[in-house]
Protein backbone atom coordinates (compact mmCIF):
# COMPACT_ATOMS: atom_id res chain seq x y z
CA UNK A 1 0.00 0.00 0.00
CA UNK A 2 1.27 3.44 -1.14
CA UNK A 3 0.28 6.94 -0.99
CA UNK A 4 0.96 8.17 -4.36
CA UNK A 5 0.98 11.08 -7.38
CA UNK A 6 0.27 10.99 -11.01
CA UNK A 7 1.73 13.91 -13.12
CA UNK A 8 0.86 13.46 -16.96
CA UNK A 9 2.00 10.05 -17.41
CA UNK A 10 4.33 9.50 -14.36
CA UNK A 11 4.08 8.13 -10.93
CA UNK A 12 5.67 9.48 -8.14
CA UNK A 13 5.98 10.46 -4.69
CA UNK A 14 2.81 13.04 -3.43
CA UNK A 15 5.96 15.09 -2.20
CA UNK A 16 7.66 15.10 -5.29
CA UNK A 17 4.62 16.07 -7.38
CA UNK A 18 4.68 19.73 -8.48
CA UNK A 19 2.68 21.41 -11.56
CA UNK A 20 4.25 24.41 -13.20
CA UNK A 21 3.73 27.96 -11.62
CA UNK A 22 1.71 28.93 -14.65
CA UNK A 23 -0.84 26.22 -14.77
CA UNK A 24 -4.19 27.60 -15.68
CA UNK A 25 -5.58 25.44 -12.85
CA UNK A 26 -3.46 27.43 -10.76
CA UNK A 27 -4.22 30.85 -11.74
CA UNK A 28 -7.77 30.68 -13.05
CA UNK A 29 -8.81 27.65 -11.41
CA UNK A 30 -9.03 26.74 -15.19
CA UNK A 31 -9.60 23.12 -14.40
CA UNK A 32 -11.71 20.22 -13.23
CA UNK A 33 -12.14 17.26 -11.08
CA UNK A 34 -13.50 13.87 -10.06
CA UNK A 35 -13.13 12.02 -6.52
CA UNK A 36 -14.08 8.43 -6.99
CA UNK A 37 -13.04 5.95 -4.14
CA UNK A 38 -12.52 2.41 -4.21
CA UNK A 39 -13.92 -0.31 -1.57
CA UNK A 40 -12.69 -3.86 -1.35
CA UNK A 41 -9.86 -3.06 -4.34
CA UNK A 42 -13.04 -2.44 -6.61
CA UNK A 43 -13.39 1.04 -7.78
CA UNK A 44 -17.36 2.74 -7.07
CA UNK A 45 -18.88 3.94 -10.20
CA UNK A 46 -15.65 4.43 -12.27
CA UNK A 47 -18.14 4.98 -15.63
CA UNK A 48 -20.13 7.47 -14.26
CA UNK A 49 -17.58 9.31 -12.59
CA UNK A 50 -15.83 9.29 -16.47
CA UNK A 51 -19.09 10.55 -17.96
CA UNK A 52 -19.14 13.52 -15.37
CA UNK A 53 -15.38 14.33 -16.44
CA UNK A 54 -16.54 14.42 -19.91
CA UNK A 55 -19.21 16.75 -19.35
CA UNK A 56 -17.22 18.93 -17.44
CA UNK A 57 -14.53 19.05 -19.62
CA UNK A 58 -16.97 19.49 -22.73
CA UNK A 59 -18.42 22.62 -20.46
CA UNK A 60 -15.43 24.00 -20.51
CA UNK A 61 -14.59 23.31 -24.04
CA UNK A 62 -11.46 21.75 -23.41
CA UNK A 63 -10.25 19.56 -26.21
CA UNK A 64 -11.59 15.78 -25.91
CA UNK A 65 -9.56 13.32 -24.36
CA UNK A 66 -9.81 9.44 -25.26
CA UNK A 67 -12.19 8.37 -22.13
CA UNK A 68 -9.66 4.90 -22.33
CA UNK A 69 -6.78 6.68 -21.80
CA UNK A 70 -7.99 8.56 -19.00
CA UNK A 71 -9.59 5.19 -16.98
CA UNK A 72 -6.31 3.30 -18.08
CA UNK A 73 -4.28 6.26 -16.07
CA UNK A 74 -6.53 6.18 -13.05
CA UNK A 75 -6.41 2.13 -13.29
CA UNK A 76 -2.38 2.00 -13.29
CA UNK A 77 -2.37 4.56 -10.61
CA UNK A 78 -4.61 3.00 -8.46
CA UNK A 79 -2.76 -0.76 -9.09
CA UNK A 80 0.45 1.18 -8.22
CA UNK A 81 -0.86 2.06 -4.87
CA UNK A 82 -2.76 -1.18 -4.30
CA UNK A 83 -5.12 0.77 -1.62
CA UNK A 84 -7.84 -1.57 -0.98
CA UNK A 85 -10.00 1.65 0.33
CA UNK A 86 -8.12 4.60 -1.89
CA UNK A 87 -9.74 7.65 -2.40
CA UNK A 88 -8.41 8.89 -5.83
CA UNK A 89 -8.55 12.83 -6.97
CA UNK A 90 -8.21 13.70 -10.45
CA UNK A 91 -7.52 17.00 -11.93
CA UNK A 92 -7.01 18.18 -15.55
CA UNK A 93 -6.41 21.34 -16.35
CA UNK A 94 -6.19 23.40 -19.42
CA UNK A 95 -2.52 23.52 -19.85
CA UNK A 96 0.74 25.83 -18.85
CA UNK A 97 0.63 29.02 -20.77
CA UNK A 98 1.88 32.87 -20.02
CA UNK A 99 -1.01 34.02 -17.91
CA UNK A 100 -3.73 35.87 -20.02
CA UNK A 101 -7.24 35.58 -19.98
CA UNK A 102 -8.02 34.38 -23.81
CA UNK A 103 -8.04 30.84 -24.02
CA UNK A 104 -4.60 29.61 -25.55
CA UNK A 105 -4.55 27.72 -28.67
CA UNK A 106 -2.90 24.94 -27.66
CA UNK A 107 -1.50 24.82 -23.67
CA UNK A 108 -1.02 20.77 -23.23
CA UNK A 109 -3.23 19.60 -20.80
CA UNK A 110 -2.42 18.81 -17.28
CA UNK A 111 -3.27 15.36 -15.97
CA UNK A 112 -2.52 15.44 -12.47
CA UNK A 113 -3.87 12.93 -9.21
CA UNK A 114 -3.30 11.69 -6.16
CA UNK A 115 -4.80 8.74 -4.01
CA UNK A 116 -4.65 8.03 -0.53
CA UNK A 117 -6.59 5.98 1.65
CA UNK A 118 -9.79 7.36 2.48
CA UNK A 119 -10.41 9.12 5.63
CA UNK A 120 -13.89 7.85 6.79
CA UNK A 121 -16.27 9.92 8.51
CA UNK A 122 -16.73 9.15 12.27
CA UNK A 123 -18.91 6.41 13.14
CA UNK A 124 -20.36 8.82 15.96
CA UNK A 125 -21.58 11.00 13.12
CA UNK A 126 -22.95 7.87 11.13
CA UNK A 127 -24.88 6.29 13.66
CA UNK A 128 -25.89 9.72 15.39
CA UNK A 129 -26.38 12.50 12.85
CA UNK A 130 -24.92 15.43 11.68
CA UNK A 131 -25.54 19.10 12.43
CA UNK A 132 -25.43 21.51 9.58
CA UNK A 133 -26.43 25.31 8.95
CA UNK A 134 -27.47 26.77 5.98
CA UNK A 135 -25.49 29.62 4.46
CA UNK A 136 -26.30 31.88 1.34
CA UNK A 137 -25.15 29.70 -2.01
CA UNK A 138 -22.84 32.62 -3.70
CA UNK A 139 -21.30 30.61 -6.39
CA UNK A 140 -21.63 30.88 -9.86
CA UNK A 141 -23.65 29.77 -12.60
CA UNK A 142 -22.32 26.70 -13.34
CA UNK A 143 -22.62 24.52 -10.54
CA UNK A 144 -23.58 21.27 -12.86
CA UNK A 145 -19.92 21.42 -14.24
CA UNK A 146 -17.24 19.65 -11.77
CA UNK A 147 -14.54 22.94 -11.81
CA UNK A 148 -11.75 23.48 -9.20
CA UNK A 149 -12.98 26.77 -8.63
CA UNK A 150 -14.19 25.72 -4.42
CA UNK A 151 -13.58 29.12 -3.03
CA UNK A 152 -17.26 29.27 -2.00
CA UNK A 153 -17.30 25.58 -0.76
CA UNK A 154 -13.98 26.53 1.43
CA UNK A 155 -15.52 29.01 3.05
CA UNK A 156 -18.97 27.73 3.52
CA UNK A 157 -17.24 24.57 5.16
CA UNK A 158 -15.20 26.56 7.37
CA UNK A 159 -18.03 28.91 8.77
CA UNK A 160 -19.45 25.33 9.63
CA UNK A 161 -16.67 24.40 11.39
CA UNK A 162 -16.10 27.82 13.31
CA UNK A 163 -19.77 27.19 13.83
CA UNK A 164 -18.87 23.19 16.14
CA UNK A 165 -21.26 22.14 13.16
CA UNK A 166 -20.49 19.13 10.11
CA UNK A 167 -21.17 21.24 7.56
CA UNK A 168 -22.81 24.18 5.29
CA UNK A 169 -25.71 23.46 2.95
CA UNK A 170 -25.88 26.53 -0.27
CA UNK A 171 -29.54 27.79 0.10
CA UNK A 172 -30.40 30.50 -2.56
CA UNK A 173 -31.51 34.26 -2.08
CA UNK A 174 -35.42 32.86 -2.25
CA UNK A 175 -34.61 30.13 0.25
CA UNK A 176 -34.40 27.57 -2.17
CA UNK A 177 -32.42 24.14 -0.69
CA UNK A 178 -29.44 23.68 -3.61
CA UNK A 179 -26.84 21.70 -1.82
CA UNK A 180 -24.01 21.08 0.87
CA UNK A 181 -20.13 22.16 0.01
CA UNK A 182 -19.21 18.47 -1.04
CA UNK A 183 -22.70 16.74 -1.58
CA UNK A 184 -25.95 16.78 -2.46
CA UNK A 185 -28.92 17.27 0.38
CA UNK A 186 -32.39 15.27 0.25
CA UNK A 187 -35.17 15.10 2.71
CA UNK A 188 -37.70 12.65 3.38
CA UNK A 189 -41.32 13.92 4.51
CA UNK A 190 -44.14 11.21 4.69
CA UNK A 191 -41.88 8.51 3.55
CA UNK A 192 -41.47 10.08 -0.22
CA UNK A 193 -37.77 11.37 -0.45
CA UNK A 194 -37.26 14.63 -2.25
CA UNK A 195 -34.32 16.28 -3.70
CA UNK A 196 -33.50 19.15 -6.09
CA UNK A 197 -33.54 18.77 -9.68
CA UNK A 198 -30.91 18.62 -11.60
CA UNK A 199 -30.31 21.90 -12.82
CA UNK A 200 -27.43 24.48 -12.76
CA UNK A 201 -27.36 24.96 -9.69
CA UNK A 202 -26.05 21.92 -8.59
CA UNK A 203 -23.60 19.28 -9.25
CA UNK A 204 -25.06 15.80 -10.58
CA UNK A 205 -24.43 13.58 -7.85
CA UNK A 206 -23.23 9.95 -8.49
CA UNK A 207 -24.47 9.10 -5.11
CA UNK A 208 -27.73 10.81 -5.65
CA UNK A 209 -28.23 9.27 -9.10
CA UNK A 210 -27.28 5.28 -6.94
CA UNK A 211 -29.51 6.73 -4.35
CA UNK A 212 -32.60 7.70 -6.29
CA UNK A 213 -32.20 4.30 -7.99
CA UNK A 214 -32.06 2.25 -4.70
CA UNK A 215 -35.32 4.52 -4.23
CA UNK A 216 -37.15 2.94 -7.42
CA UNK A 217 -35.40 -0.60 -6.75
CA UNK A 218 -36.79 -0.57 -2.87
CA UNK A 219 -39.79 1.19 -3.96
CA UNK A 220 -39.59 4.45 -1.96
CA UNK A 221 -41.41 7.08 -3.50
CA UNK A 222 -38.77 10.17 -4.55
CA UNK A 223 -39.34 13.39 -6.31
CA UNK A 224 -36.70 15.24 -7.63
CA UNK A 225 -38.35 19.28 -7.37
CA UNK A 226 -37.23 22.46 -5.66
CA UNK A 227 -37.57 22.86 -1.86
CA UNK A 228 -37.38 25.78 0.40
CA UNK A 229 -35.56 26.17 4.12
CA UNK A 230 -38.95 26.02 5.40
CA UNK A 231 -39.28 22.42 4.04
CA UNK A 232 -35.92 21.42 5.07
CA UNK A 233 -36.63 22.23 8.80
CA UNK A 234 -39.87 20.48 8.92
CA UNK A 235 -39.17 17.69 7.41
CA UNK A 236 -39.71 14.12 9.22
CA UNK A 237 -35.72 13.35 7.73
CA UNK A 238 -33.01 14.86 5.73
CA UNK A 239 -29.49 13.61 4.38
CA UNK A 240 -26.34 14.54 2.46
CA UNK A 241 -25.16 12.16 0.05
CA UNK A 242 -21.77 12.47 -1.79
CA UNK A 243 -18.92 9.87 -2.61
CA UNK A 244 -17.12 10.36 1.03
CA UNK A 245 -19.85 11.05 2.78
CA UNK A 246 -21.71 8.36 1.49
CA UNK A 247 -25.39 8.59 2.82
CA UNK A 248 -25.03 10.68 6.18
CA UNK A 249 -27.89 11.67 8.51
CA UNK A 250 -28.46 14.95 9.06
CA UNK A 251 -30.57 15.59 12.56
CA UNK A 252 -30.12 19.31 13.23
CA UNK A 253 -30.51 22.13 10.79
CA UNK A 254 -29.49 25.99 11.82
CA UNK A 255 -30.77 26.00 15.33
CA UNK A 256 -33.96 23.25 14.28
CA UNK A 257 -34.17 19.77 15.08
CA UNK A 258 -35.36 17.50 12.25
CA UNK A 259 -38.03 15.14 12.89
CA UNK A 260 -37.19 13.52 16.28
CA UNK A 261 -33.68 14.66 15.92
CA UNK A 262 -32.35 10.91 15.51
CA UNK A 263 -31.26 8.90 12.55
CA UNK A 264 -34.92 8.25 10.35
CA UNK A 265 -35.59 4.80 9.15
CA UNK A 266 -35.34 5.82 5.19
CA UNK A 267 -31.99 7.97 5.83
CA UNK A 268 -30.73 4.56 7.24
CA UNK A 269 -31.80 1.98 5.65
CA UNK A 270 -30.29 4.15 2.42
CA UNK A 271 -27.13 4.40 4.33
CA UNK A 272 -26.96 0.62 4.66
CA UNK A 273 -28.35 -0.75 1.06
CA UNK A 274 -25.49 1.69 -0.34
CA UNK A 275 -22.63 0.86 2.06
CA UNK A 276 -23.95 -2.96 0.97
CA UNK A 277 -23.44 -2.64 -2.55
CA UNK A 278 -20.73 -0.45 -2.59
CA UNK A 279 -18.92 -3.63 -0.85
CA UNK A 280 -20.40 -5.92 -3.20
N1 LIG B 1 -22.14 18.55 -4.60
C1 LIG B 1 -20.89 19.07 -4.56
C2 LIG B 1 -20.72 20.55 -4.56
C3 LIG B 1 -19.77 18.21 -4.49
O1 LIG B 1 -18.53 18.71 -4.45
C4 LIG B 1 -19.97 16.80 -4.45
C5 LIG B 1 -18.81 15.87 -4.34
N2 LIG B 1 -18.26 15.56 -5.59
C6 LIG B 1 -21.30 16.32 -4.50
C7 LIG B 1 -22.35 17.23 -4.58
C8 LIG B 1 -21.60 14.85 -4.47
O2 LIG B 1 -21.23 14.24 -5.66
P1 LIG B 1 -20.79 12.72 -5.69
O3 LIG B 1 -21.93 11.93 -5.13
O4 LIG B 1 -20.56 12.44 -7.14
O5 LIG B 1 -19.56 12.60 -4.86
Given amino acids: MRELAYVNGEIMEIQKAMVPIEDRGYQFGDAVYEFIVSYNGRMFCLEEHLDRLQRSMAGLEFPSMERESVRGAILKLFAAAAIPRAGLYLQISRGVAPRNHQ?????GQQVIMTIRAVTEKPTELRENGAAVITTEDLRWGRCDWKTVQLLPNVLAKQK??????????????????????????????????VTHPLTTHILPGITRMVVLGLCRELGIPAEERFFKTGELYGADEAFL?????????IVKVDDTAIGTAEVGPVTRRLAAELRERARA
Avoid: Q, W
Fill in 103 to 107: VPEAA
Fill in 160 to 193: AVAAGVFDAIFVSAEGVVREATSSNVAIVKDGVV
Fill in 241 to 249: TGTVTEVLP
